[in-house]
């Protein structure tokens, strides 16, 4: 997801279309990149997705999620994370209005967002291991496990993304506005696919 | 016979053209003191450790990459000493190299055997060929070949690199594990692979490396082909190498995540538990096993296929780019139908993805997916055709230079016709029901990836080696290493399919020995691992031809083949340093604008350079009568 | 032999496009957007940034509600197949409008769409190979693949889905 992070900055060498749009592409090189990663991203969670269907519809018994998962936790979460791509959205909008502080004040909301999907998480595993139930019990905690595990981890690479982004926010916006602007906006679409998942992994794995 | 390069003998151009290279020759001095004095200001470790030049980082991949050819190569010779010679002791520094271990008395376990067999192909595909062509090609050629400064992405192309290489020496450190390296076969299929020693789980988090350096890498260079591209280098003007990468950035980058989701599945049946690969009621040993069972065998081969096939492409394509490169620049002509090259490539690209159960026939998956897939099989042969043929037409008529690159471009073709053709028989399921599993497919897909990939690498290190060093190879040792490896790497690999069709199974430790079916072709054992150990023999002018020619080999100048694409027309030998050309580079036209009518300074006329006395054009933007007539004169 | 002869008539080069002139396609020739130099695709305007925000918080609401619609669709425990049918079209919906309004693909590039097309198809390409031979090969060998100590009840029920 850091592809836009590493977009060559502080090199002696200038890279074309860093910040700006190459006119027959459209996009700057940070946004092509992002878009690919999420391409292969997709393949990721859609081999993921493929792994429960099969296994989901080859077992003779599957345990509904709603009997064993915390519905009210999950649904918060969504709320959260829903939330988390609104401010990360706005945190945009007003960038591109010349408005720092509120820029800064909205990826701090989204980071916060983020800790709080976490906590949230975390107190579902932990509750999850204290009834003894392991990725190891079945292959529903098994999918749910691994699923559930690899979309936290990329929102804690999110995090550490919007925590370096608000770092750094003050000395990139007064030397290289756009390009700053530019990367929350990556960053965001980033934050945006990780939302889309979980608003699949919800309904499939908790609702059915 | 008049000289070849007639053409140039207009006198005023010769001196035109002297002038030109005086030029550029001061200005190369002047820009290497440049760069000289730029070096003491960037320390050694930003410049030579963790550059982000991708040039240097080429190089990294190049070196690092031929290291991992030769390693795996050795793993080889073990096994086929083995297979020629069953349980006979290996000969003492070699005995004492494999261990007591893995060796007592010298004579090779059943289970190293099984390690080496394994971490031949984990080698050779994800360590050697894949890093070689994408990464060390790719990176040193493509952003040189568009005009670009650099990659897009220079910080992430460091990175992927820093990954392979720690994925590299991970998949080599198994070997120290308990109970060895991994040997459940580079396709490490469960239940097998999950019940396997320690050394798989070191393979797992090792191709986790892997699978994330491709997939940064490829990220990279779509983005760097589609936006850096030098002015007036439209697509239609790529170089056929540029695209051959471009298609397989899109495989590596859509293919690859399927493999990193099932290595993680694989990781957690093995550390936590789980069977997502693991039938119920499985009994290892006389042992149940305690997993919860459900999980699906099956679905690991679905999802490493769905890598693998596409990879085979990833294998070949950059090849095939390498050799456009070199047929066209040694006929002085341009490429027989690039523009069907482009579009077979592509179709080529996107097949890939919808062949993978091909590899599966004899898994039971029913008539039906298997007829879809046999069908698609078939059609996926049908753009390799149309590429090989347009590259041998290309060849009709041409006053073809016999260069080294161009000798291995010309011992491709038929290699890779042979590879391709002896695949169809695998690529339908009656006949692979034969053939499945046995020395055949083994010398199918080696003819493929060994004299057809691995010759085409050669061609593009003879033919870029000036390129980066400003020197070039030994012609004479170069020929001598041609010939020879394409005399043994026939012998290793053409007896193959003799065995193949007799049933002998790949795989079997003694090669065969103990069954009575293989009697008749055993004998060809030691005729491959005699033609394997020669072959070996065959390396030793290539190795030490490259690195003498690095410090000693005669100085060239910046465009040596006479070639029309950028990286010769516009950049030194050896290109500036970071940010590669003085001026960036502005195209006019096509790639291989060889021999063209009208062009009478030369026979190549490079992407670069102006059209001859071209009148500025007027008012409607149409060529004037007398340019047209010149033309088709 | 002259150089000529040996000329394919495949390239008689140079000639791009009926014989303009073949100047470098140059940054003019491209239609820029003038009004929209700086983000690719986005008018940067205060008013339309403003009305961008109104619109991210209807997105938003939408969203909410439809969050509420699937969790309340589940509480009546349907069966299954119409269970998976409303929850994946909710989630549909709205991965749509996320992918709509906050990643803005309603107003993106032919670049990007045509990475995503080509993504999408072989993400339906991955999931439909491993469940069709699944269930191709449970009518071959009916309950065969999965569970050998009990065979699934319902293997022969679901029969071929694709055509």
Redesign the interface.
Known sequence: MDAHAHAAHAHEIEIPYTV??R??????NG??GI??FL?SE??LF??L???L???R????VWP?G?EILN?PLA?LN??VL??S??TV??AW?NL??GNLAKGKLFLGLTLLCGLGFMVIKTIEYTTKFSHHQYPSTNNFFATYFVLTGLHGLHVLGGMVVFAYLLLTANKWYAEKR?QF??RV?VT??YW??V??VW??L???L??? | MPPKRQ?RVGNQWMRARDAQRALEEAIRVAKAEEVDHGAHRQSFIRQYVFSTDHKWIGIQYTITSLTFLLIGFSMMLLMRYQLAWPGQPFPGWIAKFLGQANAPGGVMLPEFYNQLGAMHGTVMVFLAIVPLAVGAFGNYVVPLQIGAPDMAFPKLNMMSYWLYLPGGLLMLLSFLAPGGAPNSGWTSYPPLSVIATQGQTIWIIGMIFLITSSLLGSINFIVTI?QLRA??L?FMRLPFFVWAQLITS?LLL?AFP?LEAAAVLQLMDRVAGTSFFM???LVISGEKLTNA????P??WQ??FW?LAHPEVYVLILPGMGIIAEVIANNT???L???KSLVGAGAFLGFMS??V??HHMFM???????SAFFQTTTMIISIPSVIILTALIISL????IRFTVPMLFALAFLPMFGIGGLTGLPLGLAASDIHLHDTYYVIGHFHYVVAPGTIFAMFAGIYYWFPKATGRQMNEFWGKVHFWASLVFINGVFAPMFIQGLAGVSRRLYDGGAQYAHAQPVLHTNVFMSISAFLLLAAQVPFIVNFFYSMFKGRRVGSNVWDATTIEWAAATSPPLGHGNFEVMP?????P??Y???GHTAS?F?PQTEP?DAQPA?TGG???TAAA?AQ??A | ?T??????E???????AG?????????HE????DHE??????D?S?EA??K??RR??I??GA??VL?IV??A??RF?LP?WQ??TL??A??TV??TL??AF??HLVSE????YA??L???F??G???W??????H??D???PG????????????TQ?S?T?H
């Open positions: 700006h749009a006119p027959d592409t459209g996009v700057y946004k092509l878009w690919l391409a997709v393949m859609g081999a997705f493929s792994t269907v099969l296994l519809t080859s077992a003779p509904h709603w519905i649904t969504t709320f829903i939330g791509s609104v959205i706005l909008a591109r209005l756009d602007t530019n906006e965001g679409l945006h696919f939302d889309l608003i699949f919800f309904p499939v908790y609702l059915l | 053409v589609f002015k007036g439209s899109f859509l399927p039938p119920s009621g069972g459900g999980g699906n099956l679905l679905h999802l769905f002085r002509k341009p027989w139908g690039y993805f919808v993978w159960a898994t039971g998956m029913g008539t039906a997916i009709w008529g041409a006053s502005v195209v006019y036209r096509g291989y604008e021999s063209v009518p026979d006329f059209d054009p933007g149409m060529l047209v033309r088709e | 032999m150089d000529h002869a040996i000329h394919p495949q390239g008689v080069p140079n000639q791009h014989g303009a002139p073949r100047e470098p396609l140059g940054e491209h239609p820029t957007h130099p700086h983000h690719g695709g986005h940067d205060p940034i403003r961008e925000i991210y918080l997105v938003f969203l909410a969050t699937t969790v669709i589940s425990q299954t269970a998976v929850a994946l909710v989630a709205k991965g996320v992918a906050f990643m590039r032919k670049l990007i990475v995503l080509m993504t999408v072989f993400f390409v991955l999931m190979g491993p469940w069709h031979h699944r191709n090969a009518e071959v060998w065969y693949d999965t569970n050998a100590s009990s065979p699934a009840p319902h293997a679901t071929e694709h």
